[in-house]
């Protein structure tokens, strides 16, 4: 036997228990009859393994969806997961399915819900309407006995009462032991749906309200909500349930307390039951939890749509900012198997200095002064590392040197520098549009950005054919440019970098690529993340030209893996002696010490 909280788009909800293999579908012998156009003959079968139950669909035309994704076959089924099969979801029962204060409303699509109202407004100054979802009636069996349909007005008027704070009182209420976490979790789900319901997204332009006056609205609403289970919950679960249900309605949901913990610098949800996060470059799973998959799409979208970006099943991937500069990367399935991720690259409001590097031992003081001077010099320099290395923070802080009455403009496919600068121009790329329009380039801002007189010309990362774009502005004038790429070392760099020019123009000999960047690069920086999650400087090579078609560098200094230090390699920089102006001793016998 299986157990199951039946939830129908009319806002009947039924509970049952059915004998398995259990089939649903609109045929008069199906366990569940659901006679409605979305629904085929047979459409789901769920069955039980010795793992637990599973579920299959039977090929179905609109097919079945389990937390939003459509699915062939899928299991073991766990109390969070969520199965729509036109317009009806299922979800395995619990203790707390009986409660019958809130009525779930679910849709084949994704929901209307609270933050993803607040949207721009059209040219001339109107909000765009939503279209609200048409709730159509149909005829519902279980096991062949007609249920009893609840009338949505009826329904709507319910919802605005206990907005309203004269809702009916429940008889009895579920309990909610404080120990258990998947109690807590469902309730989290039942308050969230609860809210939403209650706001009534049809009749109340919530758009047209204040963050601050929507949050505390949703506030007394899911107050209100709470008090009626009279759970036996503790002053501190409370709140936080509180909290938690409000920031997921219009917030970012969970995520809110930890973009607001400093020691967190990335944040990566997996699922919506699976968040790591980055303290001191360790990486560690949270107890913090999404409440269920649509939550976690519902926070992408409320991120991207202000940006004027989109992400879908057609398209999705996406990458955009936050209010605070923090970057997102997003994946929805089908691309994401196990469900909607994301990641948070969070970057510090005060962002770091050269002398702050200093005292996190990320480099000697030695070589952060030549560095200085490297800058100031207009050497073209490039910073190269893995993902995660400290390439971007290095950079930052390598064009605060830039003399102030210089002009600098930064090319970024997501923007995230934050230069100390006073004269900068910043450039972001711009993805296609649903009719694969209107798509702008990091190649093409490269092209633009020429056109703009700057002095120094900055980007964030070169990954294809803008390479050759960047050394050519190197090459005609814009000398002390900066950028980086994903590199293992300098040698692979100057490999990565023949690859990138290669991909953008395949006709180009690779002799001239070589000439091109033996003329145009004078520096590469290395930047590591060593395993106890320090980002330290590595490696520093000087570029001096081209020999039998190799371009030579030499290696500055050295990393002792040991030590966990760097130290000269016994060289002596060259870069300074067609500037004319060496730096002081100290800093060139630091060199030479090894």
């Not at 970006?309 to 089908?334: F, K, T």
Request: charged share 25%; aromatic share 4%; hydrophobic share 40%.
């Amino acid at each position: 036997m299986i157990e199951l909280d039946l939830f129908f788009e009319d806002g009947t909800r039924r509970h049952g228990r059915f004998e398995v293999p259990l089939v649903m579908g609109r045929a008069s012998d199906c366990g569940i009859q659901v006679s409605h156009w979305r629904v085929a003959r047979q459409h789901l079968r769920i069955s039980h393994a010795d793992d637990g139950y599973h579920v299959d669909d039977l090929g179905s035309i609109l097919g079945t969806r389990v937390n939003g994704n459509r699915i062939t076959r899928y299991g073991p089924l766990k109390k969070a997961d969520e199965i729509v099969v036109g317009p009806c979801l299922l979800r395995l029962a619990s203790q707390t399915a009986h409660s019958a204060a809130i009525k779930s409303v679910c849709s084949e699509g994704t929901p209307a819900e609270l933050g993803k109202l607040k949207r721009p407004a059209e040219p001339g100054g109107v909000a765009p309407e939503l279209s609200p979802f048409v709730f159509e009636k149909g005829a519902f069996a279980l096991n062949g006995q007609p249920t009893k349909s609840t009338d949505t007005s009826d329904t709507q008027t319910a919802a605005q009462t206990s907005l309203n704070g004269h809702g009916p009182r429940e008889a009895s209420a579920p309990q909610y032991p404080e120990s258990s976490a998947i109690a807590q979790q469902e309730l989290r789900q039942e308050l969230r749906a609860g809210l939403i319901q209650a706001f009534d997204l049809r009749r109340n332009d919530v758009g047209a309200v204040s963050e601050t006056a929507l949050k505390a609205n949703a506030l007394a609403c899911v107050t209100e909500l709470l008090d009626k289970r009279r759970l036996p919950l503790s002053e501190v679960q409370r709140s936080r349930i509180l909290k938690l249900v409000v920031d997921e309605a219009i917030g970012l949901g969970v995520i809110e307390e930890l973009l607001e913990d400093a020691a967190v610098t990335e944040i990566m949800v997996n699922r919506f039951d699976d968040i790591y996060v980055e303290i001191g470059g360790q990486l560690s799973k949270h107890r913090l939890q999404f409440s269920s998959e649509q939550a976690v799409r519902s926070v992408i979208e409320r991120i991207v749509f202000p940006l004027g970006r989109r992400i879908d099943e057609a398209s999705p991937m996406v990458d955009a900012r936050l209010p605070n500069g923090s970057r997102l990367n997003a994946v929805l399935p089908p691309v994401s198997v196990r469900g909607a991720s994301f990641t948070i690259r969070k970057f510090p409001q005060n962002r770091l200095q050269m002398q702050d590097l200093v005292d996190l031992q990320a480099l000697p003081a030695a070589l952060a002064e030549f560095l200085r001077l490297c800058v100031e010099r207009r050497l073209n320099i490039l910073v190269s590392g893995g993902t995660g290395s400290g390439k971007m923070t290095l950079l930052n802080v390598l064009a605060g040197f830039v003399d102030p009455g210089q002009r600098i403009v930064t090319i970024e496919d997501c923007a995230e520098l934050l230069i100390a600068h006073p004269h900068v121009v910043t450039l972001e790329a711009r993805q296609a549009n649903s009719e694969g329009q209107g798509a702008i380039t990091i190649r093409d801002l490269v092209k633009n950005a020429l056109r703009m007189r700057p002095d120094r010309i900055v980007i964030g990362e070169v990954r294809s054919a803008e390479a050759i774009d960047m050394l050519a502005a190197m090459n005609t004038g814009h000398d002390g440019s900066i950028t980086t790429l994903h590199a293992n070392s300098p040698r692979d760099a100057l490999s990565r970098l023949e690859t990138m020019v290669l991909s953008g123009n395949a006709g180009l000999p690779l002799q001239a690529i070589r000439e091109q960047i033996g003329s145009a690069l004078r520096l590469i920086v290395q930047q590591t993340r060593l395993p106890d999650g320090r980002r330290v400087i590595t490696g520093l090579a000087e570029i001096s030209g081209i020999e039998s078609g190799t371009i030579q560098t030499q290696q500055l200094v050295r990393f002792d893996a040991r030590r966990q230090r760097l130290t000269g390699a016994g060289l002596r920089p060259s870069v300074f002696d067609d500037v004319g102006v060496q730096p002081e001793p100290a800093i060139m016998n630091w060199f030479l010490q090894t």
